[in-house]
């Protein structure tokens, strides 16, 4: 059973590079961001209706709060941070790379910071996969021009605002259930990313079905699956595991890119894609129980 949602959540949460990549090139960012969100808001806010009271009852103003600030950094900043260097000419592979770095990011940080133990076999599978992400990625940061140099250190942000997300969500007291935080995490970037595409007078979508098949993609595959399983794995497996597969984001993006972009996939980026999947096995094969314990 994790098996089969560790495999989900990588094609999901890999599913919304694409996205990005197929509604791109008809609209700004947040023209998309905004339409990807105020529609799911709306499903979600009349999901919890037809649920009652008893939907919220379980959150305190503390818990929505909390669950606002974790959806604020964990999906609004991570995603414009992503969509906006997309934008400015930074190629979907060379994000996925970035955003590749979180892992190790959150290793180091998760025994100062959430008192775990990581692994010394853990953290050679975390290198390992730095290595493969790295070897997929690199020809094509080289041969990848973007409008500004400082367009490469905007996924850092967003990278780092996910990490942020991840700790906080990790030392609350309070387990909140998966539908509910979603909720409030999807009404935090609707009302967000519309206030932004009103103020930059982007709110108007574009007469084109690739717009809304991008925004259908994107709901479906990206935030339900994706973001919804990255909270569920997390919950179950703990912070080194779930970021652990984040590794697999960028092959796995070059490798659906050359399929359905017909973006070039060489033996260099094979070479990576078997490096990573080396990686997550060392990773998860290892010693679990100290992985996941408080250090006294």
Request: glycine share 10%; net charge positive; proline share 4%.
């Amino acid at each position: 059973m994790n098996f089969l949602l560790s495999v989900a959540f990588v094609l999901c949460w890999s599913s919304g590079f694409i996205g990005a990549k197929l509604g791109a090139g008809s609209a700004p960012a947040s023209t998309i961001l905004m339409w990807r969100f105020l529609p799911l808001a709306v499903i979600l806010l009349a999901v919890s209706a037809a649920g009652g009271a008893a939907f919220w009852r379980v959150l305190t103003l503390r818990d929505m709060a909390r669950q606002g600030l974790i959806g604020l950094l964990s999906q609004s900043g991570y995603l414009l941070t992503v969509y906006y260097a997309i934008q400015l000419g930074v190629s979907s592979g060379t994000t996925a790379l970035i955003d590749g770095v979180q892992p190790l990011v959150a290793g180091a940080l998760a025994g100062p910071l959430l008192r775990q133990y990581v692994a010394p076999r853990q953290w050679l599978g975390l290198c390992l996969g730095a290595t493969g992400v790295t070897v997929v990625t690199t020809a094509d940061a080289a041969a990848n021009t973007a409008d500004a140099w400082w367009a490469y250190l905007i996924p850092f942000l967003g990278m780092l605002s996910l990490v942020a997300a991840t700790f906080l969500e990790d030392r609350s007291r309070t387990r909140v259930a998966a539908s509910a935080s979603m909720t409030v995490h999807c009404i935090t970037s609707a009302v967000l990313f519309t206030a932004l595409a009103a103020g930059t007078g982007t709110v108007t979508p574009p007469p084109d079905m690739t717009f809304w098949a991008a925004i259908t993609w994107l709901i479906a595959l990206s935030t339900f699956g994706g973001y919804g399983l990255y909270w569920l794995i997390l919950k179950r497996s703990g912070v080194t595991k779930v970021n652990t597969l984040m590794f697999l984001m960028a092959p796995v993006t070059a490798a659906w890119g050359a399929l359905m972009f017909g973006e070039p996939l060489g033996l260099q980026a094979l070479l990576g894609l078997a490096v990573t999947f080396g990686a997550v096995v060392v990773v998860h094969r290892g010693n679990t129980s100290p992985a996941e314990q408080q250090v006294p």
